[in-house]
């Protein structure tokens, strides 16, 4: 049972455009959000994160949505940038449980083109 | 400030043949974790610890241990191998945001 999902497997960008990543989430107990950005043969690297309790937070140029109700979140990258190629894993968390336990999905693989 | 380190790097294993993969931080958090990842899989909690002494299961457990005596290392432990465990294994520390090493590819054969 896969509580997070990322559907899309890839998606392609132009440079200077927006790149728009999303996930969505089955358990109603998550209530923290976490976007990662991994490059090959490295671990992954925290970019942005958000609480249940807003529905938006913005870092430079990453803003993560959420949508409570849709159980949908999304990261927007403006403007993309070639060295934002990677894939990019969302991951939830039920910190009101204590355990902190952070689950992933299964990735877009972004790729900007110059 | 090495961060969280990971050893081996890579290592090839028999069936059957049993091994540990060290994880160590130098950041004093008592959350841990390990995660493996399958092509096309995304990460998977293994085990996972909140302090010393203290471990539990993730979403995918099977065939592995785990221990945590101090803070700073969080080893994981095959007894076993099979093909299946042939991934790519990350551990992580943290809490609002986890930090990951480097992995450790490791293949069955």
């Known amino acids: 049972d896969q509580q997070v999902k990322q559907n899309s497997p890839s998606l392609s960008v132009q440079e200077g455009r927006i790149s728009i990543l999303n996930c969505d989430y089955t358990n109603s107990m998550f209530d923290y959000f976490l976007w990662y950005k991994k490059y090959p043969a490295e671990g992954p690297t925290f970019l942005i994160s958000?609480?249940?309790?807003?529905d938006k937070n913005e870092d430079g140029r990453f803003t993560v949505f959420l949508n409570k109700s849709a159980k949908h979140l999304s990261l927007h990258i403006v403007p993309s940038q070639p060295g934002d190629s990677a894939v990019y894993f969302c991951a939830a968390s039920d910190r009101g449980s204590g355990t902190y336990k952070y689950i992933f999905g299964t990735g877009t693989r972004l790729k900007v083109l110059a | 400030n090495a961060g969280v380190t990971q050893t081996p790097k890579f290592r090839i294993l028999k069936i059957g043949q049993s091994m540990t993969l060290q994880c160590t931080q130098d950041?004093?958090?008592?959350?841990m974790y390990w995660y493996r990842q399958d092509p096309g899989m995304g990460l998977k909690l293994i085990y996972y610890s909140v302090g010393a002494g203290i471990t539990d299961k993730g979403e995918v457990p099977n065939g592995y241990n785990v221990s945590r005596s101090t803070t700073e290392d969080f080893p994981l432990r095959l007894e076993l191998a099979a093909p299946s465990q042939t991934s790519v294994y990350f551990c992580?520390?943290?809490?609002?945001?986890?930090?990951f090493g480097q992995g450790t590819r490791l293949t069955v054969v």
């Open positions: 992580a520390v943290g809490v609002t945001e986890a930090f």
């Open positions: 958000i609480s249940s309790i807003k």
């Open positions: 950041m004093n958090h008592n959350y």
